[in-house]
């Protein structure tokens, strides 16, 4: 009916069940969820808004419909082009095209590649926002679950801004956050949450699951409307998050069994029940296990007869034939029994460890430059060592976004997106590529080069888990008080010079972090206040720019130079180098 309480559209979310459930949205909810994207991108009749994303992706409504009620315009990129980054960017220009959406990965991939974008914004959403910048778009991360009409909170960055680790920012208008403890209480700022939204924008629930419905809508508790009107409703979303010091949510993760892939929302339980449909398997379990630096769908299941060997590869084609890929499970893992817990259910926690060898085909190194070129591509992109030209892309975890980068890496070789998930292997691909073999780049202090093993390990942690204030290696080194300070500004010049290393930052390259050699830090002049040095010690540095601080301190008649260096390019040998010649 079109009442303000009217249905206005049903789509379709995951279901722990296995059978997804449809979220029912209504009039006034979608109304209210238009007025808050004309405001927030501020919209006008001469925007021209391109639509990149699905529309059975929820997201595509933030698109559709907020220009077409101010009668701008609406542009949809070709499916055919969807996954060709320079075909979308001649797309954005040719169209004149002012703003639009894009799933996270998506969007930073644009953003990272180019600066000639026409857009005045660009919104990004699905997946945690980290390390995103743009010179002149304005960028919206925003988030949503799609029981709340797309979009409950967004945060702005503004253009020429440098930022790790967005926040989700505050709730939309006529809407509420609130976080709170299992046992439904509202949990203190700084403390982690479920985070509840409250407002219009709420659903009406799923569509003839009235028990679901019940169990994750309710009327909220913590805002108290007149009796003549409705009680507000309340959505718990199943996220862990936290209010930030200056009153921005901050995403944690999940609290269930849900996950996201790729900007997917989906639960394991769906997964699992796929797996379940296949002959002669008795249990399936789907979990996330870390392999090779990245985060990898396993599957681990048991067969009806104990002495039977379920066909991997036959249940991989009945999966992928039955699911999206990006619910189809990297690794196929049989197990004569599965692990419990005392009361009797599967216990996640003590399925054992994946052999990342598993994912592998027998090592044969790559012979032609092109070979190499494709492998060391592959490397690169899937984050994992010694990939042999045999090897599967899409088993080692590849999907069309890596196979985006990788072609991109790659490129003038007449590879395609369509090729390396249809040819899958290095050996495969350079046989069918049209271009000229090249050499393999050489890396140096002045070109730059890929983070190592442990670097990679370092970043990762940090970016993952915002552990900006951690791997910093603080020193105080005494100085004869004869030495001026031009002295001493020289003397860590010439030690700058001699080990540049202590020069270079992280950078970006198509989404891959390289370490390159940027000015020579600075040396300030500071009094001997102990909070200010202590701040400066242990404040963490953001891994785009200088890692290292250093300042000179005179007090008491004494002469003391105070240094803290990332642990990224220094570490406890380093610091005897450092200090020696100063002692």
Not at 184 to 202: K, S, T, Y
């Amino acid at each position: 009916l079109s009442t303000p309480d009217g249905p206005a559209y049903m789509i379709y979310t995951s279901g722990s069940t296995g059978k997804p459930k449809g979220a029912v949205l209504h009039q006034a909810g979608l109304w209210s969820f238009i007025q808050v994207i004309i405001d927030m991108e501020d919209l006008t009749d001469s925007d021209r808004i391109a639509l990149h994303r699905s529309f059975s992706f929820d997201a595509h409504v933030e698109d559709l419909f907020p220009v077409l009620t101010l009668g701008g315009s609406l542009h949809i990129i070709p499916s055919s082009i969807r996954l060709d980054l320079e075909g979308v960017r001649h797309f954005l220009i040719e169209h004149h095209i002012t703003g639009g959406g894009y799933a996270t990965v998506m969007g930073k991939l644009l953003l990272d590649t180019y600066d000639d974008l026409p857009m005045r914004f660009v919104t990004l959403g699905g997946e945690r926002l980290t390390a995103v910048y743009s010179n002149h778009i304005t960028i919206f991360n925003v988030y949503g679950p799609t029981e709340c009409t797309v979009d409950t909170s967004f945060y702005r960055i503004e253009p020429g801004t440098r930022l790790e680790n967005v926040p989700i920012g505050r709730p939309v208008a006529n809407s509420y956050y609130f976080l709170t403890d299992q046992a439904g209480r509202l949990v203190p700022r700084g403390a982690v949450g479920e985070l509840c939204f409250a407002g219009i924008q709420v659903g009406r629930g799923y569509w003839h699951q009235p028990e679901l419905t019940a169990e994750k809508f309710c009327d909220c508790p913590f805002v108290h409307q007149p009796s003549s009107i409705s009680p507000l409703k309340m959505y718990r979303t199943g996220d862990l998050c936290r209010w930030s010091d200056d009153g921005q949510m901050e995403y944690i993760g999940r609290m269930d069994n849900q996950v996201k892939i790729r900007g997917y929302r989906i639960e394991l339980g769906e997964v699992e029940s796929c797996a379940s449909r296949f002959e002669g398997i008795r249990q399936a379990v789907a979990v996330i296990k870390e392999l090779s630096g990245s985060n990898t769908l396993c599957l681990y299941y048991t067969a009806e007869e104990p002495d039977k060997t379920i066909d991997a590869d036959e249940l991989r084609r009945f999966m992928a034939h039955t699911l999206a890929d990006y619910m189809v499970p990297a690794t196929y893992t049989q197990w004569d029994a599965m692990p419990l817990t005392p009361n009797g259910k599967i216990d996640r926690q003590r399925l054992p460890a994946v052999d990342d060898s598993l994912l592998h085909a027998d090592y044969v190194a790559p012979e032609s430059e092109l070979e190499k070129l494709i492998v060391s591509g592959f490397e690169k992109v899937l984050h994992q060592e010694k990939i042999s030209v045999n090897d599967d892309f899409v088993r080692l975890g590849g999907d069309s976004l890596n196979a985006l980068k990788l072609v991109f890496s790659l490129g003038e070789q007449g590879i395609t997106v369509a090729d390396v998930l249809s040819l899958r292997t290095p050996a495969a691909i350079a046989r069918h590529a049209k271009g000229v073999s090249v050499n393999l780049d050489k890396y140096s202090i002045e070109s730059g080069c890929p983070l190592n093993n442990s670097q990679m390990f370092i970043y990762n942690d940090i970016v993952k888990f915002n552990k900006y204030d951690s791997y910093l290696i603080p020193f105080v080194i005494p100085i004869d008080k004869s030495y001026t300070d031009d002295q001493i500004r020289n003397a860590l010049d010439v030690m700058f010079t001699a080990h540049p290393v202590l020069t270079m930052h992280v950078a970006l390259r198509d989404g891959v972090p390289y370490m390159e050699k940027g000015d020579k830090p600075a040396v300030m002049k500071g009094s001997l206040n102990p909070l200010k040095i202590l701040s400066m010690l242990t404040s963490g540095f953001d891994l785009y720019s200088s890692l290292s601080r250093h300042v000179i301190v005179r007090a008491l008649g004494r002469c003391y130079l105070v240094s803290v260096i990332h642990h990224l390019n220094f570490d406890a040998v380093s610091t005897n180098v450092f200090c020696r010649p100063f002692l």
